[in-house]
C-alpha cells in the first residue's frame, strides 16, 4: 500500500522510467550501456515506491501510553523550554527519519486538537539542534485524556520540501490514525508533560503507531 501524497510522483517516476528504458533499449548499441541505464531507472522507481510506501498498522487505543508517531531513531530526549504554545518547560522527545524510512506521521494519542499551526523556515539538516524552531515546520497540539495536553511537531529537513498535516483544530482524532506525511527525510518532535515516563532510550529505533514513547507515571511514585 502507498500514501496518497505520493500517487503524482508516483504515477509520473512511473512513466518516465517506461521512457527511459524504451529510449535506451532503441538508442544505445552497447548492451552493457543499455542494460546499466534500465537498471538504474528501475531502481529509481522502487526507491520512490519504498519512499512512499504506507503499511497498514492496527492499533488498539491506549490512553495510559504515548505510541512513536513515525518510524525512526530517537536522536533527542531532554527538559526543554517551549515558547510557541506551552510557554513552560516540557520534555522533548527527537526521532530523526533518514530517507529510507516510513514518512508517514500518526496521531501518538487520542484526543482533540486544539492547535495546528505551519511555520515557513529554514531547510537546516534534520538533526541540528535548532531545525526545532528555524526549519519549516507545524505544531499540533492534542489535548488526552490522561496526559493532559501533548504537542508534536512535524519538521521539515535539508531534503525534505513539503511538510503535510491533517490535523484541524477542534477534530477529534484516534491513537494511530494517519495524521499527514513529510516528504524526502526529516524529524518530529514530542512535546510531553514533565510528569511522565519516557520509556525509550537515545539511539533506540522506534516504529510509528507501534513502539511506547511514553507512559502515565503511577500515582505512588
Known sequence: ?????GQKIIIFTFFIVVAI?????YTMDLEWARMTVQ???????VAI????????????PNFDEILSPVDGK???????????YFKGKRKQVSIFMSPTNVHVTRYPASGTVTYSKYHPGKYLVAWHPKSSTDNERTTIIL?????GEIGYRQIAGAMARRIV???EEGEQVTQGEDAGFIKFGSRVDLLLPLDCDITVKLNQKVVGARTCIASVRPLDD
Request: hydrophobic share 50%; net charge negative; aromatic share 10%.
Open 165 to 167: 498535516n491533517y490535523a
Open 39 to 45: 537498471i538504474a531507472a528501475l531502481l529509481l522507481l
Open 74 to 84: 530517537v536522536v533527542v530526549i531532554e527538559e526543554v523550554d517551549e515558547p510557541e
Open 143 to 147: 489535548h488526552t485524556p490522561k496526559f
Open 21 to 25: 528504458i524504451l529510449a535506451a533499449q
Open 49 to 60: 515506491l519504498q519512499f512512499f510506501r504506507n503499511p497498514k498498522r492496527l492499533v488498539t
Open 1 to 5: 500500500m502507498f500514501h496518497k501524497e
